[in-house]
């Protein structure tokens, strides 16, 4: 199989930022051609007659994105998500891997687990999975899981995402012990008491609808917490879904010091704010809360000034059944694989990132950040997505991909969207 | 003017010429309750289903009542004795009851919002009476009657609503409406029940209760829930009384014709004294007659009586 990638805009940060052709040969790159070297080169393909032959002219051809924050629901939750569906929604928003968080049922805290989620999605041969296992047997947060033998199975990261590891002295010990296997810790942030029964962000809004409110220092204390333990253990820790400005501040103060923190935020933070909640909308209901205006400002400004490395979606799908009833007893959660790329791309047009800061942003730093080689290099697998910036769509759930119709963007006119997704030199996704 | 709302939400949708023209129409409802015959056949066949799923005696009672004395029949159940025992979700529930053609459905619910969710798929009209912490408008507007009842008119009174504010329905029904007609209000009580950004209703706090009161025209005082203690929002109903309770030497300082004014049910000698609460300046009894005609004016209004017959 050989496919040439020609003419398109090629951005690989830190490495290149051409126009150029890329030749995939199997499931390789095996050749990167300039277009100011292109009378150089001795073209070794061109008479050769190509598979597919895709023209990428006027289009940005960047490393496969990475969603490093995303529930795929497989085992145990199969009516919300399955490790194809969600991979399929994957690959459509132009993600080549993505990181399945481990809240699955049961809980991805045994290698057993971890290699039943690589297999399945080995099987439906589209977006990668790499699976973060649990930090804690059965998310309970009461000891330590074999992180050892996860890591040999395939975890890249460990997390008790959707919950917080109360027990300080657990994470302590979690980040001392995963740091042995190059594990990274990913925190989810929330101090259980301080949240309390909250249903929303606390202010005016909550105020107004009559509903429980969740603090900024239910997340912010946690940062710092995390913060001080990862100074102490001289480990890595990497904050998930940051949604306040206290939580930015303390991220950057911290990078200062010289600790070794990263974070990501969701585009639902840098797009929404608490005021999405009016008229009780449950698609506007997840944890942590759509945040004041106030930290909006303040995750745009730490995207831009590089306090927060990453954008990942938190993608949560769930069942109709599970949105439509009252405010306070919806799950929490929206999809985010299949609207991520067009929004964050809208923080190229704000100026907010550069085009490459972007790629950065949902490509290169969360490969950096779980240990897989991304880059445009003649040899290395072939994970590529082609984004036209240009085209433009309507939000329409019904044809998602994804089991998942709980978006809060439903009906928004969105513009930039993935062309192409390859995945080891295997076309899995072509827009229509 | 003709009422053209199909529900009764929130008191935030309400216009000044709606409530007048509520306020106005249960002025008139009152009278009936005063008759020897005290029922008017206005809403005779019409269906009016009173869906409570939260406990509820004055105002499940006085919406019953209300119907009967128009001739609605009235239908009343409740959450444990429904099908969402068997799990059935609350909108499934509703379907069910519209598929039986009422036309007004009186929900109180323990989730904020649940009467919003219901009126977009219902065709029967939905009164809210009360969900969550959010909204309970029969209770303002009935409390708004009475006040104006007494004083004439509500613009320019200075009105302190005094308690748990944060988890309190009727305050967010009696801030909103009160402002919108004109009033001054004052909230106070513990700062751990005033709830963030509430000054955003163009009202102020002060958690000086004795300052809060000072020449007060209208004293609103809330229930204190027990079990708020375990959330450690005040140390003691016994702190609470001195602190924030409502007593003679404190009435005093208000207005010499000041109004004092209770939901109910009251924590006697916690948030209100025995003689406070009996004494003359108490009009706890009359918002519980109000509320009466003032529930019958939303049935009279929103089924569409006044379109047909006058009960002048």
Redesign the interface.
């Given at each position: 199989m050989l496919i040439r990638i020609k003419g398109g805009h090629v951005i690989d940060p830190g490495n290149l930022d051409s126009v150029a052709d890329i030749i995939v040969k199997d499931d390789r790159i095996v050749e990167i051609i300039k277009r100011s070297d292109a009378k150089r080169t001795t073209e070794s393909h061109r008479d050769v007659p190509y598979d597919h032959d895709i023209d990428a002219t006027g289009k940005i051809v960047v490393p496969g994105l990475i969603d490093m924050h995303v529930h795929l629901r497989e085992p145990g939750h199969e009516y919300k998500e399955t490790i194809e569906t969600g991979c399929r929604a994957a690959v459509t928003g132009g993600f080549t891997a993505v990181c399945s968080m481990p809240n699955t049922s049961p809980v991805n805290d045994s290698s057993q687990v971890t290699e039943f989620i690589i297999s399945k999605a080995k099987k439906a041969g589209l977006a990668r999975v790499y699976p973060v296992a649990a930090i804690s047997p059965g998310l309970q947060g009461k000891g330590l899981s074999e992180y050892g033998e996860l890591k040999q199975a395939g975890a890249v990261a460990i997390s008790d995402d959707g919950k917080p590891v109360v027990n300080s002295q657990l994470m302590r010990r979690a980040m001392e012990y995963a740091k042995r296997f190059n594990l990274l810790v990913i925190s989810h942030c929330e101090d259980p008491e301080l949240a309390s029964d909250g249903a929303m962000n606390e202010g005016i809004v909550s105020t107004r609808l009559g509903l429980a409110g969740i603090p900024n220092a239910a997340e912010s204390i946690m940062v710092m917490r995390d913060i001080a333990i990862c100074e102490l253990t001289k480990s890595s820790l990497h904050i998930a879904h940051v949604s306040t400005e206290e939580s930015v501040n303390a991220i950057r103060k911290a990078k200062k010091r010289g600790i070794h923190v990263s974070a990501e935020t969701a585009p639902h933070y840098f797009t929404l704010t608490d005021t999405a909640v009016l008229k009780y909308n449950t698609h506007a209901k997840m944890n942590p809360p759509l945040r004041g205006e106030k930290d909006r400002q303040a995750i745009l400004e730490g995207l831009s000034d590089g306090t927060i490395d990453a954008i990942a979606t938190d993608h949560a799908p769930h069942a109709v059944l599970e949105k439509k009833v009252e405010f306070d007893k919806a799950l929490n959660g929206i999809v985010g694989l299949e609207t991520s790329l067009s929004l964050s791309l809208d923080l190229v047009r704000q100026g907010v990132l550069s085009l490459s800061g972007l790629i950065e942003k949902m490509s290169k730093t969360p490969a950096r950040l779980i240990g897989v080689r991304n880059d445009f290099v003649v040899g290395n697998t072939a994970d590529i997505t082609i984004i036209d910036k240009e085209a433009s769509f309507t939000v329409n759930p019904d044809f998602f991909h994804s089991l998942g119709r709980n978006t809060p963007f439903a009906g928004w006119e969105l513009k930039g969207k993935a062309m192409l997704t390859m995945v080891g030199g295997k076309i899995v996704h072509i827009s229509s | 003017m003709q009422f053209v709302k199909k529900d009764i939400l929130d008191m935030?949708s309400l216009s000044v010429e709606e409530i007048t023209l509520i306020l106005d129409t249960a002025d008139r409802m009152k009278e009936i309750s005063e008759r020897p015959i005290k029922k008017v056949p206005v809403l005779r066949g019409k269906t009016i289903v009173l869906f409570f799923h939260e406990p509820s005696t004055r105002t499940k009672l006085s919406f019953d009542i209300a119907a009967k004395r128009l001739s609605a029949d009235c239908i009343s159940i409740t959450a444990s004795s429904s099908s969402m025992v068997k799990g059935e979700?609350?909108?499934d529930t509703a379907k069910n009851i519209e598929a039986m053609k009422p036309d007004i459905l009186v929900l109180r619910?323990a989730?904020?919002?649940?009467p919003?969710?219901l009126s977009k798929v219902l065709k029967a009209s939905v009164i809210n009476a009360g969900?969550?912490?959010?909204?309970h408008p029969s209770q303002a507007l009935l409390d708004m009657m009475t006040i104006r009842e007494k004083k004439g008119s509500i613009q320019g009174l200075r009105i302190v609503i005094v308690g748990d504010i944060?988890h309190s329905?009727v305050a967010?029904s009696n801030i909103s409406g009160l402002t919108k007609m004109g009033a001054e209000v004052i909230v106070s009580g513990p700062p751990t029940m005033i709830?963030?950004?509430?000054e955003?209703y163009g009202i102020t706090v002060n958690t000086n209760m004795e300052d809060a009161i000072a020449d007060a025209d209208v004293i609103m005082m809330l229930r204190i829930q027990k079990e708020r203690q375990t959330?450690f929002l005040f140390p003691s109903e016994r702190e609470y009384a001195k602190v924030f309770g409502l007593n003679r030497e404190r009435v005093s300082t208000a207005k010499k014709d000041v109004l004092i004014m209770h939901p109910g049910p009251i924590n006697r000698g916690v948030e209100m004294s025995h003689e406070v609460a009996d004494g003359p300046y108490s009009i706890i009894l009359d918002q519980v007659t109000n509320g009466v005609a003032l529930r019958m004016a939303l049935f009279y209004l929103l089924a569409g009586g006044a379109k047909n017959v006058d009960t002048d």
């Open positions: - | 935030a979700t609350l909108i619910h989730s904020s919002g649940a919003y969710m969900d969550g912490m959010h909204e944060a329905r967010r709830p963030s950004g509430i955003d959330h």
